[in-house]
Every structure is written in structure tokens, then in C-alpha cells.
């Protein structure tokens, strides 16, 4: 019999989507095995009924991923009032991070310019997530981030990485010099920033999803029981980053909503 394609001949897409499948349905029913990390519960709307949120809120996609990956967010953050929702979309054979993060920090100022105000709100996942924090850290975007979410980001890299090939996919292994640069250049601002990972997802480890550099003051928050992919779907996390995208922020201005005639 002739071999088999090697796991080296599959793209890092088909590896994250066959890696999610996986781990959705085996530990579907599993609790976090961690006895300190406390799952979420879904929190409380604070935003009162009626008002309109004015401050953009930019999606950034996966590695292979579309802009479908972020139709059930769209749909719960326009339920709650955000009026300017914009998704950054790129290809997967882009040449780097920087270049995206450059798309990233054009299109962030369309939303600002669109919406009349100089803050916006930045939600990546996967390597969306590493996306918008070298926008933020390295491009200048900063100053105009009220919020920056990380969701299943390789942070630390990870071990998948090494199943495909290219600069922008060597950008997400263990250990490359763009990873070494985010974390050696972390510092203090007035970004919030927030991390969403998953016990269960074997794409993107706990550990390498947490932002974990103390100058950052990241919140960790842990989705359990969900896949790579699934976890953009899970109810845990849509209600957890609407709730947290609709607060009150500094910056953030609410007006009324318009009255249907």
C-alpha cells in the first residue's frame, strides 16, 4: 500500500478544524480539571435598555478562519446596542503579522472615523488574538484601544504551528522571535486587556492562551469544556464578552437608542 499523506502535507487550517472536532465531542461533558480555575457564569447585562453603543468593536478572525467564525458574537452585541461593528478579514497566505496588524490598525481608524470617536474595542481569535496585540504594542494603536480580547490565542506559541509551512505560520511556534517580542515589550497601559481560553482546547494549550506578563493586568477567564473553534460559539464566552464589550468604560460614550416609528 502507498503511505498516507504526512501530517507535515496538511495545512494549519485542516489541523485546527480535525483538532476542534475532536476535542468537542470527547470532552464535551467534561468539567475543568483544574480544581483552581473557576469556570465563568454567564453575568448580568449592566447596560440599561434602550442605549446605543457607540465605541466600534473590530473582530479579528483565525488562522483559515472567515467572517462567519464571528456571526454569533455579530449577533448578541447588535441585540445589545453596538452600533459599529466592523470584522477585520485576511488571507491565510498573508506574509506576516506585522502586515495584518497593519490592515488591522487601517481599518480600526475607518471604524473610529465612521462612528465619531477615538476608541474602539479589539476582539482576536486564535492568531487574531497575536494580530491585535502587535497592533496595539507595536503599531501605535494603543492609545485608542479601551479593550483588547484575546480568544484561544497561541501566546506561547503552539505545537501545531509546526504542521504547516510559511513566515506567518512560523510567527505561532513555540518560541519564534515575534512571540519573544510581544512578551518582551508587554507594558503598562490603559488597555484592558482580556484572555478567553479553554481546558479542553488541544490546539492552543491554557497555558499559551493566558496572558500572563504582569504588566499587561490581563484577565484570564476560562470557557470550559470547549474546542479550538467551538469555544467562539459557546454561550459561557458570548455572554461574557458582550456583557464586558457594553459596560461602562472610560471613553465610551452611550446614546439613546432611535425609537422605531
Known sequence: ????????ALTLDAALAVRGMVVDRLLRSLRPADPEAAPVSPPVATRLHGLRHVTPVVLVHGYGGTRSTWSPLERRLQEAGVSHLHTLTYSPFAPCVPEIARSLVRECRRAMARAGTDRVHLVGHSLGGVVVRFAVQELGLEPHVATAVTVA???????????????????????????????????????????????????????????????????????????????????????SVVDLLTRDTPGQVETPAATAA
Request: net charge positive; hydrophobic share 40%; no cysteine.
Open 153 to 239: 490565542s497561541p501566546h506561547g506559541g503552539t505545537p501545531a504551528a509546526l504542521l504547516a509551512r510559511g513566515t506567518l505560520v512560523a510567527s505561532l511556534r513555540p518560541g519564534s522571535p515575534l512571540l519573544a517580542q510581544l512578551r518582551r515589550q508587554a507594558r503598562t497601559s490603559d488597555v484592558r486587556w482580556v484572555s478567553y481560553y479553554s481546558d479542553a482546547d488541544l490546539v492552543v494549550r491554557p497555558r499559551s492562551s493566558r496572558l500572563d506578563e504582569p504588566s499587561l493586568g490581563a484577565s484570564n477567564v476560562l470557557v470550559p469544556g470547549t474546542g479550538h473553534l467551538g469555544i467562539v460559539r459557546s454561550p459561557v464566552f458570548l455572554a
Open 1 to 8: 500500500m502507498r503511505p498516507g499523506p504526512t501530517l507535515s
